[in-house]
């Protein structure tokens, strides 16, 4: 199956390209963005040898819808979506920090809280905890963006002393997170699904704040199932998770977790199938929709004539 790895487009009016972890992200004449999600997939801030084909169809479609179900919330960098891969939108300068917030003490936070820590980003968290218990109230814990390497965690107070965000923009962003949170947490609840944490960047334009990049797919969330959830909290249990944390798994079993001198494993076709169906899952879940998968036969170029085609009709 096609799966799309790379890409090297020449796209009219193209001054740059940014090549990330998943995304490739062409800038046209200084003011569009041209995002492509590609088929890659990464794990312990390590992209993995083979491709997932559809996965990149996946995080696309996921990521329009929700950027079109909140746009009453915040307006938001995407003008249109000419290739089931590909989002086109506004560029912005964007914020150096990512918002995350967490509804339940989960991933990063439990580890923190697990060592003993009781104080994240400058937000405190109650005694008493348990992995995967529900906050009183979702908790707002900020992240530096990094260029390379780990992102690292940043309190308010720091954000605004060191002058990364004016304490206007900081206040703004943190009322939109926290409604986006809820807006997204509403509708995983209407698909059975519990909302657990996420992650928000957002960017400036003429002075206008918008939402950009990703929001609320399997790469920036975790959702646990609904159904059972209590039961299995009051027993100990692990949570029914619906993420990539599987792939995450499937390399800790294999040895892998990014630490030195750790080598990659092997990815047999039979567990990439895997993934590919898991990612499907996750669309149909999340989306409530029955996925349909787009023509791979010619990738590159289905892409670079949809995205031509766009570009010369704005």
Sequence with gaps: MNALTKTNF?????????????????????????????????????????????????????????????????????????????????????????????????????????????????????????????????????????????????????????GIISEEDYVQLEDYTRKLFQRGSEIAAERGLILVDTKYEFGKKDGKIYLIDEIHTPDSSRYFYADGYKERQANREPQKQLSKEFVREWLMENGFQGLDGQIMPVMPDDFVDTVTERYIELYEKITGKTFEKSDVSQLEQRIEENVNSYLQSV
């Design 10 to 162: 020449k796209f009219p009016g193209q001054t740059k390209v940014y090549h990330g972890k998943v995304r490739d992200v062409y800038t046209i004449n200084d003011d569009l963005l041209v995002m492509i999600a590609s088929d890659r997939i990464s794990a312990f801030d390590h992209i993995l040898p083979k491709g997932i084909p559809f996965k990149g169809q996946v995080l696309n479609q996921v990521a329009s819808m929700f950027l079109d179900a909140t746009s009453d919330i915040v307006p938001n960098w995407k003008l249109a979506t000419p290739d089931p891969q590909v989002a086109v939108g506004i560029a912005c300068e964007p914020f150096r920090v990512e918002m995350v917030i967490r509804g339940y003490l989960a991933g990063h936070a439990w580890r923190e809280y697990r060592a003993g820590e009781r104080l994240i980003c400058g937000v405190e968290m109650p005694e008493g905890m348990r992995e995967n218990d529900a906050f009183p109230e979702p908790i707002i814990t900020p992240a530096t963006k990094a260029d390379e390497g780990h992102d690292e965690d940043i309190s308010r107070d720091e954000i605004i002393k060191q």
